[in-house]
């Protein structure tokens, strides 16, 4: 089983709807990443949680939120989708438990097209 | 200019070698990172090297690290087919738990 699991893989949307992209874990890792993926840009964080009760902005946080539900699962919502937020989105989680405490692990990704 | 650099396309034949490069500007940094993402999937740790070292293979990978240039490249001997992904370097400084990416290197082989 993968460790490190997004629903759905694939979602295709219109313009202005409301979208959550779930992520679950079963590393027991504490800290989580949502990254999206674009051609050439490779990839930006959007937001990250050290726990649960921890909640912090990325590079590209205006347009999206998130909730950490548990140590598990780390959410993230598109409010009002646009177009420019078609992308290759990606959770991830990591370690505190290790000397590579930077070590990412990834998810699967979801395509998310917003028409 | 961007923290991590890296070319964004490399061809080569199979059999030859790959040689990814990939610069970066942080002097503090701890932790070296090389990931692959294959077609329809995520990230997955490569191999990594400590900043206090030069050089790590491990089977037909040789991580080169040239500290005083910033300069960190990945060396994939017989390349083959299946290497055929994106790569991506990555740094980070311990305790910063955010490593920062390169754009990915698209790595093509062909017959």
Same mark, same amino acid.
């Given at each position: ?20 992209? =779930?992520? #679950? ?5 504490? %800290? ?8 050439? !840009? ?16 990325? =590079?590209? #946080? ?5 909730? %950490? ?8 919502? !598109? ?35 917003? !028409? | ?111």
């Amino acid at each position: 089983d993968a460790d490190v699991t997004q629903t759905p893989r694939n979602r295709i949307t219109k313009t202005g709807k409301r979208i959550m992209l =779930e992520c #679950s874990q079963t590393k027991g890792h504490d %800290r989580m990443y949502w990254y999206r993926q674009d051609p050439g !840009l490779g990839l930006r964080l959007i937001y990250y949680s050290f726990d649960v009760k921890d909640i912090n902005k990325g =590079e590209i #946080s205006d347009g999206y939120s998130v909730s %950490r539900q548990a140590q598990a699962k780390f959410s993230l919502s !598109l409010e009002s989708a646009i177009p420019n937020q078609t992308a290759l989105y990606f959770c991830a989680t990591s370690d505190t438990g290790t000397e590579f405490t930077d070590t990412q692990y990834f998810g699967p990704g979801t395509r998310l097209t917003v !028409l | 200019g961007e923290d991590v650099e890296q070319s964004l396309f490399l061809s080569v034949r199979e059999g030859d070698s790959s040689v990814i490069n990939c610069t970066y500007t942080d002097s503090s940094s701890t932790y070296l990172y090389w990931y692959k993402q294959e077609p329809g999937a995520g990230l997955q740790l490569l191999t990594y090297i400590f900043s206090n070292m030069d050089m790590k293979q491990d089977q037909r990978l040789t991580v080169l690290l040239n500290k005083k240039d910033k300069h960190l490249s990945l060396r994939i001997a017989d390349t083959q087919t299946g290497d055929s992904a994106i790569y991506f370097c990555a740094e980070s400084r311990r305790g910063s738990y955010i490593p920062t990416f390169g754009r990915g290197t698209s790595l093509i082989v062909h017959p």
